[in-house]
């Protein structure tokens, strides 16, 4: 009789805990996401101003000067995205030096970070990433040898004809990321100096790609046109 009675008082003190403990909140509450829009790790900063340029520089380096021409469309006044081109110099060697340094192209996308544009010295941090190409080995002596010879017409095929000292030539993958100091000498037109590594990448590099250059040039455009708030009245 007596066990059976502790028995009652156990269980019932059992299930009278089991109740409490059901009852009760849990410590860990999930809240209810009430956020209207996604929060991010990096907010973009709104567009403010915008502007374009055209650019023409000089690079000195390992094969000889390069001339480059390009196009930026500016962000705020401190991001620049555009495209440029670079090419060696046109040569006037004899076709039978095969030693002279082969001509080269570079074509890429652009971006330059200028974190104070509006000072008037001020440093500027280009990339360009691209194809290298180089010029086809023997091009010269082989082009001068095939262009003392009559052509076919366009019914005869082949590559007869073309002045693309590229086409056959190496390729690789260019990555140039450089330090300007630039100067504002009017509110349209800048011109700066500094120095860039091209680094090349691939299968078909050749030790020519990769340089070391100095480069100085001008840049003409509208760099900061202020955009009207769309609640401007």
């Known amino acids: 009789m007596k066990h059976s009675i502790r028995l009652i008082l156990l269980l019932f003190i059992g299930f009278h805990s089991v109740s409490q403990a059901f009852g009760q909140e849990t410590v860990f509450k999930i809240k209810k996401d009430t956020t209207s829009s996604m929060k991010t790790l990096f907010k973009p900063h709104k567009l403010t101003s915008i502007g374009v340029s055209f650019q023409s520089q000089m690079l000195f380096g390992k094969g000889g000067p390069e001339r480059s021409m390009g196009f930026q469309v500016h962000l705020n006044n401190k991001l620049s995205l555009g495209i440029a081109s670079f090419n060696s110099n046109p040569r006037n060697d004899d076709p039978n030096r095969f030693a002279d ?128 708030s769309a609640n401007a009245h």
Request: a positive charge; proline letters at 8%.
């Open 101 to 228: 340094e082969p001509r080269r192209r570079f074509n890429a996308l652009t971006m330059e970070i200028t974190p104070m544009a509006n000072k008037v010295f001020h440093l500027s941090f280009p990339l360009a990433i691209g194809r290298i190409q180089e010029e086809a080995p023997l091009y010269n002596y082989t082009h001068s040898y095939m262009s003392s010879m009559p052509q076919p017409g366009p019914g005869f095929g082949g590559n007869w004809g073309r002045n693309d000292p590229y086409g056959n030539g190496p390729r690789a993958l260019g990555v140039q990321p450089g330090i300007n100091l630039e100067v504002n000498l009017f509110k349209y037109v800048k011109v700066f100096g500094g120095a860039n590594y091209r680094f090349a990448f691939g299968e078909e590099k050749t030790h020519g790609m990769a340089k070391a250059a100095g480069t100085i040039g001008v840049k003409v455009g509208v760099f900061d046109k202020r955009i009207r």
